[in-house]
Each structure stands twice: as structure tokens, then as C-alpha cells.
């Protein structure tokens, strides 16, 4: 190994046609999507299915490796990579249609992170069958956002019918009502929801369970309307008295006195954060190549080389802001390289999330402020990227939770040391 | 093929300039400061690590090639140690490096074996000059071409070593594009400032004013010149990646300050004001260093985009620089501010990377 930058072949690859993809099929949509909130693109989502399935996985958070040629030399694993890049490509395109890309998203993450090798066989093959399907992930509650053991959510086991019986409410689940909702065009999707199974025993207590479309006791209460990424539904969940099969529970059903329950959700996130990194940074270029675009046909050229001193202020800007994105996504490719090299990478995951997020609502806040009108008006997609940005900062831990994750790593301290 | 794992060789290299800064530069800086004078054992000691030797092919008395991925890597460690430190170890490289990228065969034959075959000598070069907006590509000095020579007129400032140089390489203006020239030692109008620069950092590193009134130099490269872009460039990255370790070395010592200082019956890095700033230095700090890398490695691989990125790298650089090591200051509190703590003359470094180019070189 040594210090290398030169992209993958099969990345590049991807990329290019992801690019047709995101030029045209999302971004001639993207403004009717954003002012048609809750429209589902049946197109986009059939053709994109058939697209990732015919790539050799269909879409989702989990690494997929090319199955190497007979005769080949072993080439090192560079799924989270492919990830990573197909995100931040489809991002550019709309982080919003992104976000309703077919496939297993952080619901198969978590099976992927928290599951058994039987549990992954059994619940992630369907994302390659013949209809596009979906999976999303239920942490977040009313009363339980950042301060994830708060979770009121409930689950108890009916040892009659050994069946796990769960009580809560559930937020803000990304893909949710594709998930659940049993749409005729779509296969059989399920949500993974997080509740405990001992409250007494706090985080060590939490579970995730797979909780399978159309379960009976688990409804849709509520789509959100939102700043952004509009394309993308968000739905509130309430489950009463839902019943899952036993071996529904992703890991190990028994207690013990520890936070292994807590640390699946963990790895989950360790897995996802470069990756919703990704998404942020799709959109911040985007925003930074439409402003160079702009100023460009305006006549303003940005003079590279030049003493900071010699700079007019927007050149000074545009420059900050390459150097922001491009420092940004190296954190990113660092990140998911690690983690297709199975290095352990929670703070460089955390961090390359602390920076996207960063750096994303900087870079789309800076290009509206500095295109005047321009950014302001919805007859450019500016505009719509600036609100689609915020996100990045907000879901798969805020700024500041993934601030306190780095600094007690750095710190060497303890959630109770630091919190 | 993505990957950020410095190869077996590189390792070994960062592992002993690493062990030198920590063990050598560091506990001497402090002093070297106040006193405005290195130990002389330790500038010899830092060239005996072999870093310039290393970088410079057998058919020029090295034993190894040039690679800038190799340099930052290197220079961070070293600039851990000390800024000044390093930039006094590194000095030869002023000379020699510029002569490797642009010198002639000539050029390269008649200087370079005698520079890495030898102990540590102050070859050294000049680029910057006294104005606010200093650039490196609009100089004010000037070269003439006179016959197969050259005539320099003008003023350098902060020219590492140059009272007891042997040689240094003066970068002038040649018909509007900057060129270097090789001036010898004892050259009829070429003198050199009693007087040491004083600047706000850095005063360990011996810099002086140089003028030149009619000196009479060799075009780097011969009389078709050479490209000073690849020169301009391999100052950027380095100074970026000596920033990195500047600021690392603020952060370091800012987090253990954090641990151990107590307010408000907690451990002040238990404040998520005092966390979130080390996370932030922490993540700025990583940001730079793969911007560097990278710069590095396109400089390598002569990338289309090279000499952008190391624009871009330093320019990020010098401002992360000052952020980190504000930040160190300020998590220090009053003691931040007094000398005897290390973050102090940290900060004062930190700040030299937005002003000052040429003064390192991979
Ligand atoms: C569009 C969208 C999609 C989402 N998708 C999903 C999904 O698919 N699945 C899912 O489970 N969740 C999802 N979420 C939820 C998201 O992860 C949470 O909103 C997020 O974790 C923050 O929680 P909260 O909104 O309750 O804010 P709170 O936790 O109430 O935080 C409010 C503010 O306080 C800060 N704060 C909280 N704790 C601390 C602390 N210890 N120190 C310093 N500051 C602190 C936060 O950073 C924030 O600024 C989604 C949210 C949105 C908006
Ligand atoms: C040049 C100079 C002149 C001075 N003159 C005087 C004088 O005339 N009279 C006098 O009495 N004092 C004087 N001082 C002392 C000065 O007021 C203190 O240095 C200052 O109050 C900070 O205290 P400290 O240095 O102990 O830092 P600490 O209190 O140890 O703070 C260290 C760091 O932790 C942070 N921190 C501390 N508590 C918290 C918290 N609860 N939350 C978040 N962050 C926190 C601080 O902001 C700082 O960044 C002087 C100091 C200097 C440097």
C-alpha cells in the first residue's frame, strides 16, 4: 500500500453514467418534485431499480463488491467507495430523489451492522427482486432525538406465541411510507424499529427489530412537510401492539450488562455517517458549479495563484469554498476506505460528518448570498439546494452530537465524562 | 486505487524524523527562541536523518528519488517538532531542490553531489521581497540577460542563512515571468545584512536581508530557463504540510492542557465550548493534511490540476494554521499567553503561513 488518489476504474465508470442519470432523469424533475411534495416518481424509481440491479446490487447502504473475473488478481474491497461516490453523484443530481433511490437505505444498514449472517440472507435479498423495494430505520421518537436513551418505545415478549410485541412512536423515518406502505408497484418492504426490551437496563436494553410491511397495529400517522429535500418522505410511525416473529430482533435477544444493543446502532451510524456526508457534498457541488458557472458567463474569473492580497472578496470566496468541498470529500473517501479495509474509522466517519455538514450549508448559503437574485430565485435550482443542504447537518447526529463522538475519541472519554 | 496508508519506507521515515522532533527539536525550541540561536548539534543531527539525500538520485550522489508525498509526510513530523527547527535542517533543500526540478545537467552535476555528499551547509534560497502583497509570480527584481549571464538588481527578505551562504538561488523577474538564478558566494554586488530579520516568529532560524546590484548569475536551467511553476509549487505544499504540524503540535499540546486543568470542579475539556473546539481543530487539522496529500501526490503524478491544488492547499493551510493555534492559545487561558507554554510561540508561527513562501521546500 502507499499513499495513492487515482480513482478505481469502476468508479470513474460509475460516475459517468451515474452523471446521465442525475442530468437526466433528476434535475429536469427536481423543481416540479420540490413543488409536489408527497408525489412519488414511479419512473425514476422503476428505472433506477432495473439500473443498480443490472450494476450487480440494487441500491442501499451496503457495500456491494464486483464478483471478480475467473483468473483475476484479488483486488482489495472498495464497496463503501463505490457507495460513497454513487451518492455524492446522485446527490449532485437531487439529494431529495436520492433519498427515494430503491433499496435497503439505513433499514438494511442496521440489518447489515446488527444482524446475523441468517438474518442478513433472510432479509436483505429482496432488494434485487424484481420490484423495487424499500427499508428505512426508526430511532428518532418526540421526546427522543439526539438523546437516543430516551427511547420510549416498548417491547415485550409474548412467550405464548413467541412473538415480540411492540408499543411506540415513531419520527421523521426517511422513506417510511415507501417502506411500509404496501404500494402495488413496489416489493415488500419493512422498517427497523428501535425499542427496548428491559428499560431498567437503559442503553444495554435497546433492540432493533425488523418489522415487516403492512404489520398489523403500525400506521403511517403523518408525512411531514418540510424546508427541503422534499422529494424524499418523512414519516411519523405508530405502533400499537404490533406483533414480530421472535426472530425478528436483530442480534442478541437476551439482556446482558452491557451496551451491545447501543453499540449496533452505533456501528450502524459509523457505517452511514461518511455516506450522508456524501449526500451533503453532492449538493454543495452542485451549488459551487453553478456559481463558477454564473460568474463565468458574467465575466468574473477566479485568478488562481494569486496572493490572497491581489483577490477581489469573491474570489476569495469561491476559492475558500473548493477548498472546503474538495478537504471535505478527501475526509469522506478516507472514511469509507477505511472502512472497506476494515479499519476501525468511528472518528473519521464522525468527522468527515462534522465537516460535510459544515461545509455543505456554508458553501450553498455563501452561492445564494453571492448570485444576489440570482440565488434567491426559484428560477434557478439554488435556491432549492440551499434548503436541501441543512439537512446534512441535522439527521444521522446533529453537528453537535458528532462534535462531542470526535472529541471523546480524541479526549479518550466516556460518555458520562463528556456530555 | 484510492488508499492512505504511507508505504513501509515512508513509515520508517516518519518514525524517525518523529522520534528527532519529539525527542530533539521539541525540548529545544523554547530555548531557541528566547536565545535566537539553535544548538548546532541538532541542525546536523536533522540532516543526518538523511531526508534531502534520500530524495536525490544516485547519478547526483543521493540514493533515492524526489517525491513530494514523501516530503509532507516527512515535514509534518519535523514541523511537529519545531517550525524553526525543521526550516533550518530543510535549508539546503532551498538550494538544492530548485536545481533538481529546473537546474541543467551542468548545474545539476556541479552542485548537487557536493550538497548531499557533505555535511549540512547553508545553501539557501530567495524569493520573498518587502511588499503587502507579495507574489511570487510579479517580483520586483530584476534579471537582464547579458550575454550567456544574467544582471540582478533588487532586495530579498527572510533569506534563511544567507550571511555564511555558499550559494543561493535569487528568483527574479526575466521579461515578466519569474525565473531563479544561481549566485554565487563573494559576488561583485551582492551583500547581505549584518543585521538577522527580525520577525514575530521563527526567530530561532537565522534570516537575513540580501541585496543585489548588478550581480552577475547563472540562469537556472541554462539559457532556455526552466518551468517555476514545479518550484513555485513544491514551496506550496510544503508549507502547507509544515503548517499541519504546526498546528498539530498546538492541538496536542492543547487537548493534555484540557485533561488536566480543572474549573468549575470539572476537567475544562469536559465543556463541550473547550471539546467542540479541540474536535473542530481536530477535523480541520485532517481536512488540510489529505488536501496536502493530495496536492503532493498530483505534484507526483504531474496531474493537469497539480499546480491548483497546491494553491489551494497552502491557501487552506494558512488559514487552518491560525485557527488551531488561536485555539490553542485560548484553551491555555491566561497561561496561553505567557512564553514559557509552548502554544504561544505556536500562535505566532502559526500566523507566518499566509505571509511567507519560499522559506521551505520539498
Ligand atoms: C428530514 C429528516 C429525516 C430524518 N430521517 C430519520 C430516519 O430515517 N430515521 C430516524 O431515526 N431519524 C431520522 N431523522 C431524525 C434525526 O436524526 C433527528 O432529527 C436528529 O437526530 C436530531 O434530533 P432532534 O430533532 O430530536 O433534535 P434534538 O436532539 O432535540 O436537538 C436539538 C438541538 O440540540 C442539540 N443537542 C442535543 N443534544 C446535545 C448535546 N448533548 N450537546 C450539545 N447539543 C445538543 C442538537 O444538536 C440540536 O441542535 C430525520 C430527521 C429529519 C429532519
Ligand atoms: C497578561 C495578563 C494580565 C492579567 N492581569 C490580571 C490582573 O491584573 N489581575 C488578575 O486577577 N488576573 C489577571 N490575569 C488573569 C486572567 O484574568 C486569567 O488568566 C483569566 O481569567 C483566565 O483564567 P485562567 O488563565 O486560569 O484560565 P482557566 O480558567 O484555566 O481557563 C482555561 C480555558 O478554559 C476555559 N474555561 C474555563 N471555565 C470554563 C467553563 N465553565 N466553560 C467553558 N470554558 C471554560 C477558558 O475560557 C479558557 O479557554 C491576567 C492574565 C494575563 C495573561
Not at chain 1, 433506477?48 to 443490472?54: K, P
Request: glycine share 10%.
Amino acid at each position: 500500500m502507499t499513499i495513492d488518489f487515482e480513482a478505481p476504474k469502476p468508479l470513474v465508470n460509475m460516475q459517468t453514467m451515474l452523471q446521465t442519470v442525475a442530468e437526466n432523469m433528476m434535475r429536469p424533475t427536481s423543481r416540479e418534485m420540490d413543488e409536489n411534495e408527497h408525489a412519488i416518481p414511479w419512473d425514476y424509481i422503476e428505472f433506477m431499480h432495473t439500473a443498480m440491479r443490472s450494476m450487480g446490487g440494487a441500491g442501499g447502504l451496503a457495500p456491494v463488491e464486483d464478483k471478480p473475473k475467473e483468473g483475476a488478481e484479488k483486488r482489495p474491497p472498495i464497496g463503501y467507495q463505490k457507495l460513497a461516490v454513487q451518492i455524492e453523484m446522485l446527490a449532485w443530481g437531487d439529494v431529495g430523489y436520492y433519498l427515494i433511490t430503491p433499496g435497503g437505505g439505513l433499514g438494511a444498514a442496521a440489518v447489515q451492522a446488527a444482524g446475523t449472517p441468517e438474518q442478513k440472507a433472510k432479509f436483505l435479498a429482496r432488494f434485487n427482486d424484481d420490484k423495487p423495494t424499500f427499508a428505512a430505520m426508526c430511532m428518532t421518537e418526540p421526546g427522543a432525538g439526539s438523546d437516543t436513551s430516551a427511547i420510549r418505545a416498548r417491547a415485550v415478549l409474548d412467550e405464548k406465541t413467541n412473538e415480540w410485541i411492540i408499543n411506540g412512536e415513531k419520527i421523521f423515518v426517511t422513506a417510511g411510507d415507501k417502506s411500509f406502505t404496501e404500494y402495488e408497484k413496489l416489493g415488500k418492504g419493512f422498517i427497523v424499529v428501535w425499542a427496548s426490551i428491559d428499560p431498567s437496563a437503559g442503553r444495554a436494553g435497546m433492540r432493533a427489530f425488523v418489522v415487516e410491511a403492512g404489520t398489523p397495529g403500525v400506521k403511517i400517522t403523518k408525512l411531514e412537510h418540510k424546508l427541503g429535500i422534499r422529494a424524499s418522505d418523512t414519516a411519523a410511525i405508530s405502533l400499537v401492539d404490533a406483533r414480530v416473529p421472535f426472530e425478528n430482533v436483530l442480534g442478541s435477544p437476551t439482556v446482558e450488562k452491557s451496551t451491545t444493543g447501543f453499540k449496533g446502532a452505533m456501528a450502524t451510524f459509523d457505517a452511514t455517517r461518511p455516506l450522508v456526508a456524501a449526500s451533503g457534498l453532492g449538493v454543495a457541488r452542485a451549488a459551487l458549479e453553478f456559481l463558477k458557472e454564473k460568474l463565468k458567463e458574467n465575466g468574473v474569473e477566479i485568478r488562481y495563484g494569486l496572493p490572497r492580497q491581489k483577490l477581489t472578496n469573491i474570489e476569495r470566496e469561491v476559492i475558500d469554498m473548493e477548498i472546503m468541498l474538495k478537504s471535505s470529500w478527501l475526509m469522506v473517501l478516507k472514511a469509507v476506505w477505511m472502512a472497506d479495509n476494515k479499519k476501525s474509522n468511528a472518528l473519521e466517519s464522525s468527522m468527515s460528518k462534522v465537516k460535510a455538514g459544515d461545509v455543505t450549508t456554508k458553501v450553498t448559503q455563501k452561492a445564494v448570498e453571492i448570485l444576489g437574485p440570482l440565488g434567491y430565485s426559484r428560477e434557478f435550482l439554488l435556491e432549492k439546494w440551499f434548503r436541501d443542504a441543512k439537512i446534512t447537518d441535522i439527521y444521522e447526529g446533529t453537528g453537535q452530537i458528532n462534535r462531542l463522538v470526535v472529541a471523546r475519541q480524541i479526549l479518550g472519554y466516556t460518555g458520562a465524562e463528556l456530555r | 486505487m484510492y488508499s492512505f496508508e504511507p508505504n513501509e519506507e515512508q513509515q520508517m521515515l516518519i518514525d524517525a524524523v518523529g522520534k528527532f522532533a519529539e525527542n530533539d527539536l521539541r525540548p529545544a525550541a523554547h530555548d531557541a527562541e528566547e536565545s535566537r540561536e539553535l544548538p548546532k548539534k541538532l541542525v546536523s543531527k536533522g540532516w543526518e536523518l538523511g531526508f534531502l539525500q534520500a530524495s536525490t538520485p544516485e547519478a547526483y550522489g543521493g540514493f533515492g528519488e524526489r517525491s513530494a508525498v514523501t516530503g509532507v509526510l516527512a515535514l509534518e513530523e519535523m514541523a511537529y517538532g519545531d517550525l524553526a527547527g525543521a526550516l533550518a535542517v530543510l535549508t539546503p533543500s532551498l538550494f538544492a531542490t530548485p536545481v533538481l526540478l529546473g537546474g541543467s545537467e551542468e548545474q545539476k552535476q556541479q552542485y548537487l553531489p557536493k550538497i548531499v555528499g557533505g555535511d549540512w551547509a547553508p545553501y539557501t534560497g530567495a524569493l520573498m521581497e518587502m511588499s503587502f502583497d507579495f507574489d511570487p509570480n510579479a517580483l520586483k527584481t530584476t534579471a537582464k540577460a547579458e550575454g550567456d549571464k544574467y544582471i540582478l538588481n533588487g532586495e530579498k527578505i527572510f533569506v534563511p542563512f544567507a550571511k555564511d551562504a555558499e550559494a543561493l538561488i535569487v528568483y527574479a523577474n526575466l521579461d515578466g515571468i519569474t525565473q531563479g538564478f544561481i549566485v554565487e558566494k563573494g559576488s561583485a554586488g551582492l551583500s547581505v545584512s549584518d543585521e538577522r530579520e527580525k520577525v514575530m516568529g521563527l526567530n530561532a532560524l537565522p534570516m537575513y536581508r540580501v541585496k543585489l546590484e548588478n550581480v552577475s548569475a547563472s540562469r537556472l536551467g541554462g539559457a532556455s530557463g526552466h518551468d517555476f511553476e514545479l518550484i513555485l509549487s513544491a514551496m506550496r505544499v510544503a508549507s502547507a504540510a509544515a503548517a499541519v504540524g504546526v498546528a498539530r503540535s498546538s492541538f496536542e499540546f492543547a487537548k493534555n492542557y484540557a485533561k488536566e486543568r480543572d474549573a468549575f470542579g470539572v476537567k475544562i475539556a469536559q465543556k463541550q465550548a473547550i471539546a467542540f473546539f479541540l474536535a473542530e481543530m481536530a477535523t480541520e487539522m485532517e481536512a488540510i493534511r489529505l488536501l496536502t496529500w493530495e496536492a503532493a501526490w498530483k505534484l507526483d503524478n504531474n496531474k493537469e490540476d497539480a499546480h491548483t491544488a497546491a494553491y489551494l492547499a497552502q491557501t487552506g493551510a494558512a488559514d487552518m494554521a491560525m485557527m488551531v493555534t488561536d485555539r490553542g492559545v485560548q484553551i491555555y487561558g491566561g497561561h496561553g499567553y505567557i512564553r514559557e507554554n509552548p502554544v504561544e510561540l505556536l500562535m505566532r508561527n502559526g500566523r507566518g503561513f499566509a505571509s511567507l513562501l519560499g522559506l521551505v521546500i520539498l
